[in-house]
């Protein structure tokens, strides 16, 4: 069973930072795509950032690229996404999700093609 475990959300100011974590186990394998999707209140889940675990290829939203860095720490089966430059419409319930690899190349920041969902946490960023 793939179980992902999300953590390192808050409340921070605008221009801040805050890095989340993402524990993932229960794969069999290692070529897979996880990430982080976001949805705000009134608002549908988007993806944020994902990354390949087996070539390192990224994928980001445009609304975050040059402000949040997504990384894989292999040894502890670990994915990390760098807030900086927080912004206010960054606030929302942030998901940790995975596939397999091929989930990345189809469908790329797209909820649904990502079978496998962690708790969200909540980014609250104020003005």
């Known amino acids: 069973e793939v179980q992902l475990q999300a953590s390192g959300g808050g409340l921070v100011q605008a221009g801040g930072s805050l890095r989340l974590s993402c524990a993932a186990s229960g794969f069999t394998g290692d070529d897979y795509a996880i990430g982080w999707f976001r949805q705000a209140p009134g608002k549908e889940r988007e993806g944020v950032s994902i990354i390949s675990t087996s070539d390192g290829s990224t994928f980001y939203a445009d609304s975050v690229k040059g402000r949040f860095t997504i990384s894989l720490d292999i040894v502890k089966s670990t994915v990390y996404l760098q807030m900086n430059s927080l912004r206010p419409e960054d606030t929302a319930v942030y998901y940790c999700?995975?596939?397999?690899?091929?989930?990345?190349?189809?469908?790329?920041?797209?909820?649904?093609?990502?079978?496998?969902w962690g708790q969200g946490t909540q980014v609250t960023v104020s003005s």
């Open positions: 999700a995975a596939d397999w690899r091929p989930a990345m190349c189809r469908y790329g920041g797209i909820p649904r093609g990502y079978a496998n």
